[in-house]
């Protein structure tokens, strides 16, 4: 099946062109003498794939293969490690489309329980993507951000480590389809990867969760050889032009992150999805079992109380039992009764931009992040729930950039919302991610692989507004440049259009990049 993927159909204009591209791209990268913080993100900015040639490559049909995983392995030589040496960080790796973040969050939070009161492990890692506010949310340590003097440090140190290599060996050509020289320095993502397991190493931890960013198979956390435990939440179509449009495709991907040796779990897939994860289950060796909802979860208050994530704590609790099982053999596990630590972890996990209710004066902000159709119905379903027992006109926040597929999700959420027995939005805004009207995005928040005409001429928010309006004649729709501005319409809804003992009732959902922009202007914090 993997042959789907393989490059195909490369016209020589296409190729030129990205070998011409690549060439500027290598050439304009940043040269950093400062070393702060904010140098470092702006490092890390000019190591993003520009749209150009990220639109070269898909035209080109150039999508992740083997090669990203042989220049990872690399990378990872060039700054002093072998993929061997990753197991003294006994990786939990984690893969699905949905839930897989709260799932890697369930894992570190049980973790740290058992490293606050019995010290193994001693200190537990988490890896994820995107970011909400700040950049070094992605690397955490007992279940805090680094701080911005590590992430500076560890970052330079990398940036260092892997200039005097390619100083010192000379270039590597890996990708035989381009011909050319690997870049000095990995993209934006993969940098962040190797960076956290230098990071990591350095700073003596010795269990870490490590959620995938796109698929598994060619994902860059895949070099890891010999994880703890192999765990792949819920399946479904996104990001089809790296993983393929058909669930089997999307599967073979995701199941790439199961190794002979490691246990591996998933939980109850579509029967497309299963077959596809249990043959290459059984391609490895590698015993998968399929989990239901773990009965020891009865009076455990899962937040929020929904199947969805009573199925993510399930896959996260057979997770960490594995890790501890082998840090640990002395851990008493009862089949029948969770110990402490696993219902503190899962009682207290902090995983922001999910399912979060804020109140504000006469709004009450409603934030879940969610990316494909079927996230967004089950924010919308959550969203109606949490509505029930209020009343006040529904406004709605929203956007997705740089994914046509986006605006066929917004039927879905109308029909999740009506379902639900509640009225429709009368207020709809989509906005793009830029994040303040007047200084544009946070330093963090820079993106250069969108299409930067499409994103001023708000191009994508146009479309969703005609599809919503064609949906609800009766809505009340507009687009707005920000994401600041979008917050401050429906702020002033609150002053003029809600009654006594009402309350906007707005829901922000689609990109996490918006979700995350959001909440730094709600709450006016730098990260979390």
Partial sequence: MHHAFRCAGLYAFDIHAIKTLNSIFRRTMASQSGRTYNDAIDALNSLQTPYAIVEARRKAGIRPDAASIAEMQVYLRRIGYAPSDLKRLNIVHVAGTKGKGS???????????????????????????????AVRERIKINGNSVSEELFARYFFEVWDKLGEAEERDGQTVVDQRLGIPMPTRPVYSRYLTLMSYHLYFQEGVD????????????DATNIVENPVASGISSLGIDHVFALGNTIEQIAWHKAGIMKTGSPAFTIEQVPEAAKVLQERANEKGVALKVLDVDPRLKGVKIRPDALFQKKNASLAIALAEAVMRKLDPNTSLDPSQLPEQFVNGLEQVVWRGRCEVKVEGPVVWHVDGAHTVDSLKMATRWFAGECAQRTGPKALIF????????VH?????????????????????????????ETGYKRDFVNYQYDPAAVKALTAQRAFAEKWSALDPQAKVVVLPTIEDAINHVRALGKT????????????????????????????????
Wanted: charged fraction near 15%; include cysteine.
């Fill in 497 to 528: 259009e809600v009654g006594e003992k009402e309350t906007i009732q707005a829901l922000i959902t689609g990109s996490l990049h918006l979700v995350g922009g959001a909440l730094s202007i709600l709450e006016g914090v730098d990260a979390f």
């Fill in 399 to 406: 956007n997705q950039q740089g994914r046509d597929e986006a």
């Fill in 409 to 437: 999700f917004l039927e879905g959420m109308l029909s999740s919302l009506k379902a639900q027995g509640q009225g429709p939005f009368e207020h709809v805004v989509f906005c793009s991610n830029v994040t303040y009207a």
């Fill in 103 to 133: 799932t890697c969050a369930f894992t570190a939070s049980i973790l740290s329980q058992y490293q606050k009161s019995r010290s193994v492990p001693s200190r537990v890692g988490l890896f994820t993507s995107p970011h909400l506010i």
């Fill in 207 to 218: 269990c870490a969760i490590y959620e995938t960013g796109i698929g598994g198979e060619f």
